[in-house]
């Protein structure tokens, strides 16, 4: 089981209140409307997207590497370290 399974239809709402916010942004680009309106809004998706991203990272730390860590199979929780941190990286750089 996923370590977000217990808040999937927390992230399914997020990201569909998300996918809304996209749509409009599309919708202001038809508008015309004011540049730095539209870069507002991109910057509000984006941080709702990353605010998706950082629950998942906490969620996959607290359920999927701790589960792993409490085992007795150490090179698996070495790889869902790797894993964990590999993701945060990709975040940091985006």
């Known amino acids: 089981m996923p370590g977000y399974e217990m808040s999937k239809k927390d992230y399914l709402a997020r990201l569909s209140r ?21 870069l507002t809004q991109v910057s509000a998706a984006t941080k709702a997207l990353q605010s998706v991203a950082i629950g998942l990272v906490d969620e996959h730390i607290r359920h999927c590497v701790a589960d792993a860590a409490r085992g007795d199979d150490q090179g698996e929780a070495s790889r ?10 990709r975040l940091v750089k985006s």
């Open 18 to 38: 998300i996918e809304g916010q996209i749509r409009g942004l599309s919708r202001m680009i038809e508008a015309d409307t004011y540049c730095i309106d539209v």
């Open 80 to 89: 869902m370290i790797t894993e964990a941190t590999k993701a945060i990286e």
